[in-house]
């Protein structure tokens, strides 16, 4: 590897290309053939990535910045300082383009009954109520403040809408806040009208000179703060006796509060005077305040505003419902844990449901024969019926080992809670490592049988969250071979005994092995030539020596395709760089999500799913675990998969060498993979009631029958 790599032209920076996915969500809100309410809530996701990437990276960035300045990115040579200040360019103009969608999708809403309005559109009779409904349900829970010498500026919660008023009394300028209080809905109908619909903080906004009614008010706006939100864990000695984990997290949480602010945002235009005030209060640049001059602040209601319509319209500006289908693999009514004894299953959310795995566990943790289940656990539900069957496990006598990662981003707290609840019930909870977070997904249930035990191990790409499991793309072998039942076992001791390093016959297990094991694959195909073939379906590629070792498969003739849903930091297509390289995003309705490494074709191709993407945080700084896929069967359920991918010309968008991306030609019968892929799990699942064979079951054929006019 050199230390120039970003002089070589097929590498991008990793800040700059999550900024191209975020928008390709957006191209989601703005494109006319998705149904109006889901382009609302694309919006909604468009906000929260961009808040949640301002938390995070802009806020290392930032930290970044201040201590180690002169600090270069290994894929574009830029320093913090130079990448803050791309990013910041590159944000601006889609806050512009979400304000137009917002419009867009704003007025035809109201064409659907369904309208935003504001005080200036209402006749006096909704005044008044406006004004009763403000002094009844608002003024008593408002905090409002006045900041002079007297009362200092308060602490600003991150993402919480607050009133900036500018305020002139006896020639003397103040400044007052309001903070929008949380337990305020975010929308008011008016009455007698249920079509029409003020926001919460506009409210505030017109009853602000009221509040402040000593002073002239000058200017007023909506605002709310971003703050750094990644916040080190490395002040006190994780594996000190002293220390108790969840009350470091805990503290953790506390500290996150009050992290310093790395954007500040803006619901109207504001004289300089007043932007200059802003500036000095949260100490921000010029280039960390963004305008939002449509689309609200906060726009979770998104995902609440079609139950106010009526049924037969929120169905008509919706996506056609979709209920997760039982698993192709899996007969109805069939055990998945006896089923798993006799051969390997594939469940594939969320075109397939979860609940087989559920009833796995509830049914060993009432099997007498079943000894232990180990699991590990990175993000739950709020409400998980996982945690009550493994309770339920633990209260029958069964040895439960949970390996709960405390520091899951933003699910902290909620991994707290459920650590108690687990270990209350008799669970046996253990932690992660000091440096290094475990993100593996994997399931190990032991059952006594005649001569010794048996091994069901589950490892999937994806949580073990029931409400995800219906948003997001994933898949999950459920398997009894021994030799990953082995490997399974000796992970678990492993991480028991705090140990990085130990040995798997199968399983690849980072950080020590996955790495390693994958640049061998990718050798293997290297030395194959213009034979060679890897494809690799994950969410983001920013590891150097993947990208370097892709970029050497190019050059020797390896043909790799890659679908990768978000960050990618190889640029392909590079003339005598990474020609034979291309790169597909699909975002969708669905949030792809699954791993999939593919290595060689035929007899001698390889394959894994993993809980990995390949960044260096999964690589080298994160427990994860990928699993070889043995049967025939399953490698078959996943090629299904793959093809699908590739082969979609709807929600595709193809990587170009400038780091762009574009739509593919467009064809007489387009294939949205999404789709297809739910309209496979319900064929599948009434062909399987009907006892179908295999052949019949399989997508070419499936494909064949919709396509193929007689």
């Known amino acids: 590897m050199t230390d120039a790599i970003w002089n070589q032209g097929y590498t991008q920076n990793r800040e ?30 468009f906000t929260s990535n961009l808040d949640e990437f301002f938390m995070i990276r802009v806020g290392s960035l930032t930290d970044m910045a201040a201590l180690e300045p002169n600090r270069r990115d290994t894929k574009s040579g830029l320093t913090a ?52 409904y403000f002094n009844t349900m608002i003024a008593p829970v408002l905090s409002p403040q006045v900041v002079d010498s007297h009362h200092p500026f308060p602490h600003l919660e991150g993402k919480v809408l607050h009133i900036a008023v500018l305020l002139s ?52 706006t909506v605002f709310c703060v971003t703050r750094n939100a990644d916040v080190p864990l490395d002040d006190e000695p994780f594996g000190s006796e002293q220390v108790d984990l969840r009350k470091k997290m805990e503290r953790m949480l506390r500290q996150r509060r009050r992290m310093a602010i790395v954007r500040v945002e803006l619901s109207r235009p504001v004289s300089s005077h007043f932007k200059e ?26 995902f609440s505003l079609g139950d106010y319509l009526s049924d037969g319209r929120r169905s008509r500006l919706s996506d056609p419902p979709f209920i997760p289908q039982q698993p192709a693999m899996l007969p109805a009514g069939q055990s998945l844990l006896k089923t798993a004894l006799q051969r390997d299953v594939l469940l594939s959310y969320p075109y397939e449901s979860m609940e087989p795995f559920l009833q796995m566990i509830r049914e060993a943790a009432n099997d007498p024969s079943v000894l232990s289940v180990r699991i590990t656990i990175y993000r739950l539900a709020s409400k998980a019926k996982l945690v009550e069957y493994l309770c339920a496990a633990a209260e029958n006598g069964k040895d439960v080992t949970v390996l709960i990662e405390l ?34 997904k994997i399931c190990l249930i032991t059952r006594r049988e005649r001569g010794g035990v048996r091994y069901i191990t589950q490892v999937g790409t994806g949580n073990y969250n029931e409400k995800t499991a219906r948003q997001y793309t994933d898949v999950s072998l459920v398997t009894s071979s021994e030799s990953i039942g082995m490997d399974a076992a000796q992970f678990f001791n492993n991480m028991a005994m ?65 679908i990768i849903r978000g960050i990618c930091c190889l640029l392909p297509g590079v003339p005598g760089k990474t020609e034979n390289i ?85 064809v007489p019968e387009p294939i949205c993979a999404q789709d297809l892929l739910m309209q496979q799990a319900v064929s599948m699942a009434r062909e399987q009631a009907k006892h179908a064979s295999e052949e019949e079951r399989g997508l070419l054929h499936w494909l064949r029958r919709l396509f193929v006019k007689d």
Not at 85 to 99: F, G, H, N
Not at 278 to 289: M, P, S, Y
């Open 582 to 666: 291309t790169v597909t995003s699909i975002v969708g309705r669905f949030l792809e999500h699954s791993r999939i490494y593919v290595f060689g074709r035929g007899e001698n191709e390889k394959m894994y799913i993993s809980s990995a993407d390949l960044m260096t945080r999964n690589t080298e700084r994160r427990v994860e675990i990928a699993c070889p896929i043995d049967s025939p069967a399953v490698r078959a359920r996943l090629h299904d998969i793959l093809f699908a991918m590739q082969h979609d010309t709807v929600k595709a968008r193809v990587l170009q060498p400038d780091g762009s991306y574009q739509k593919k030609p467009a």
């Open 16 to 45: 700059l290309s999550w900024l191209e996915f975020n928008a390709r969500v957006l191209a989601e809100a703005e494109d006319e053939t998705v149904p109006l309410l889901e382009r609302f809530k694309f919006l909604a996701i």
């Open 169 to 220: 009394h006896k020639k003397n300028e103040r400044l007052g806040l309001i903070p929008v209080p949380a337990s305020l809905p975010p929308i008011t109908f008016l009455p007698n009208d249920k079509r029409r619909y003020l926001m919460t903080e506009d409210i505030l906004l017109a009853f602000a000179d009221s509040i402040f009614e000593m002073y002239d008010v000058l200017e007023k």
């Open 407 to 440: 520091r899951a981003r933003f699910d902290e707290q909620n991994n707290i809670d459920w650590s108690e609840r687990l270990e209350e019930a008799g669970c046996k909870i253990i932690y992660g490592f000091e440096d290094y977070k475990v993100h593996s």
């Open 81 to 132: 300082g130079e990448q803050l200040s791309r990013i910041y360019a590159a944000v601006e103009p889609l806050y512009a383009r979400r304000d137009a969608a917002f419009r867009d999708v704003d007025a035809r809403l109201a064409q659907e009954d369904l309208c935003r309005t504001s005080m200036d559109e209402l006749d006096s009779s909704e005044r008044k109520y406006i004004k009763q």
């Open 277 to 302: 005030c802003l500036h000095k209060r949260f100490e921000v640049t010029d280039e960390q305040i963004f305008l939002s001059r449509s689309a609200p602040l906060r726009m979770s209601y998104a």
């Open 498 to 562: 705090s140990n990085l390093n130990g040995r798997y016959n199968r399983l690849l297990v980072a950080p020590t092995s996955l790495k390693n094991n994958i640049l061998s694959l990718m050798d293997g195909e290297i030395a194959k030539g213009s034979d060679g073939y890897i494809l690799l379906k994950f969410n983001s590629l920013t590891d150097i020596d993947m990208i370097e070792k892709l970029h050497e498969a190019s050059c020797a003739g390896v043909t790799v395709e890659m």
